[in-house]
């Protein structure tokens, strides 16, 4: 286990609650290194998407490309701003696997990442954003969840915990959404949507009192999100077995 943790934040003071969740992150894993990464550590320059994401000011996205730069570069785990740790990271079971999770049955999540460094996917996901076309901004879910439908062998996207030689992916109530009982989670995911304009950055932790009504909450939300998604009719076909591929809507073409 590679113990190093990686956070981004951009373009402007870091919140208080933002310093508050680091360290709680802290507090669970003393032995471990945090870095944050920010406008004076870290150069995106070799990507066009990340010029263009600091000339337009979309820090979410530029810490898209950030996030895997430190994997590859580093490895360790990455974690959004606004995760939520229940558990210390020594007791997930990491290897030499790319970890992470669903965010909905139908899309990965991307704001919980475990990987080594020089990690083929993490390698190619990072590739990925050279390919961009300029007017498209894809969030980060669909860009890894067209990857692994397309091009990860023997994947199917069913929502389900699944193991290959290359990636370890859990189901969403492990990282992303709240487990009825929240100690069978490791994490939540708050979803603050800070990359969107006019968002707030606050969220509240360790409210135990209040943990059954986020589950409803997120539990109804993620119903209604779900036949929306765009990687419904995918998620469908997965579960009878049948991996459909797709397009890269958002990619240069070919």
């Not at 508050?20 to 920010?38: A, H, S, T, Y």
């Not at 990442?113 to 390919?131: K, R, V």
Request: glycine share 6%.
């Amino acid at each position: 286990m590679i113990k190093k943790i990686h956070y981004c934040w951009f373009g402007s003071p870091v919140p208080e609650a933002v310093r508050q969740n680091v360290r709680k992150w802290k507090e669970l894993n003393p032995d471990f290194e945090i870095i944050e990464w920010n406008e004076s550590n870290i150069d995106v320059s070799r990507f066009e998407f990340g010029r263009r994401c600091l000339e337009q000011n979309k820090w979410g996205f530029l810490g898209d490309i950030v996030r895997l730069q430190a994997l590859v570069e580093h490895g360790g785990f990455y974690l959004d701003c606004d995760v939520e740790l229940f558990q210390p990271l020594s007791r997930l079971p990491v290897d030499h696997r790319f970890t992470l999770g669903y965010m909905y049955n139908c899309a990965l999540g991307t704001a919980f990442l475990y990987a080594p460094p020089q990690h083929p996917l993490c390698i190619s996901l990072l590739s990925l954003h050279n390919e961009i076309r300029k007017e498209c901004w894809p969030v980060s879910n669909t860009i890894y969840t067209d990857y692994f439908i397309n091009e990860v062998p023997e994947f199917l996207l069913n929502g389900k915990k699944w193991q290959s030689d290359l990636a370890t992916l859990y189901p969403k109530e492990f990282f992303e959404q709240p487990a009825f009982i929240r100690s069978r989670g490791f994490s939540i995911h708050h979803c603050c949507g800070s990359w969107m304009p006019g968002k707030s950055h606050s969220f509240i932790l360790n409210q135990a009192f209040c943990h059954q009504v986020k589950w409803l909450k997120r539990k109804i939300n993620t119903a209604l999100a779900l036949r929306r998604n765009e990687f419904y009719p995918y998620y469908r076909a997965a579960l009878k077995g049948v991996s459909l591929k797709k397009n890269y809507d958002w990619r240069i073409r070919q």
